[in-house]
C-alpha cells in the first residue's frame, strides 16, 4: 500500500495540512488541493488511489464533486472518503448514496482516518484480485480443463 497517492481536498490549510502530515507519515504520497477546480485541473493529468473530500469548499459543494466522479467511467471507482463539519443523519445518507466509500466527521482523529484510507485501498485492492481470478476460473481454454475433457 505504501506509495499510494492520496488526494486531499480541503479549504482550510491548517486541516489540510494536517491531514497531509499524517497520510505522508504512514507511507502514502498526498495530493493537496484547497479547492475543487485545481483538483479537476490534477485529473486531466494523473489519478489519485483514494480521494479524502471535504464538502464545503469555496468554488464547488464538495458532493457535486463526489456525483461528477461518479458519473465519469474514467473516474468512477476512485474511492472517495467524504471528511466534513456536516453531521447530519440526512448529510451522512447523502454523501454515502452519492457514492462515497467512506464518511467522517470533524472533528477527527488522524489515527482513523489513515485506517480508514488503509481500509478502504485493501477493498478496492481485493476487488481487482477478485476480478482477476474469477476470469480465470472457468476457462474452458485452460490445460487443466482440456485434461479433465472440459470439466473445470
Known amino acids: ?20 502530515l499524517h497520510v505522508q507519515k504512514a507511507g502514502f ?20 488511489d483514494v480521494l479524502i473530500l ?11 464533486i463526489c456525483k461528477v466522479l461518479r458519473s465519469n467511467p474514467s473516474t468512477a471507482k476512485l474511492p472517495i472518503i467524504i471528511l466534513t ?3 447530519e443523519e440526512t448529510d451522512k445518507i447523502v454523501g454515502l448514496e452519492l457514492g462515497a466509500d467512506d464518511y467522517i466527521t ?3 482523529s488522524p489515527r482513523e482516518l489513515i485506517a480508514r484510507v488503509k481500509a478502504v485501498l ?31
Open 29 to 48: 504520497k498526498p495530493k493537496k488541493f484547497t479547492d475543487g477546480e485545481s483538483f479537476f485541473r490534477y485529473l486531466s493529468t494523473d489519478m489519485p
Open 106 to 108: 470533524k472533528p477527527f
Open 85 to 87: 463539519a456536516k453531521i
Open 122 to 152: 485493501r477493498r478496492t485492492s481485493e476487488e481487482e484480485t477478485t476480478e482477476e481470478e474469477i476470469l480465470k476460473v472457468g476457462d474452458k481454454n485452460s490445460d487443466r480443463c482440456k485434461q479433465n475433457g472440459g470439466v473445470c
Open 54 to 64: 471535504d464538502l464545503m469548499l469555496p468554488d464547488m459543494d464538495g458532493l457535486e
Open 1 to 20: 500500500m505504501n506509495g499510494k497517492t492520496i488526494a486531499i481536498i480541503e479549504d482550510d490549510k491548517d486541516i489540510l495540512e494536517l491531514i497531509a
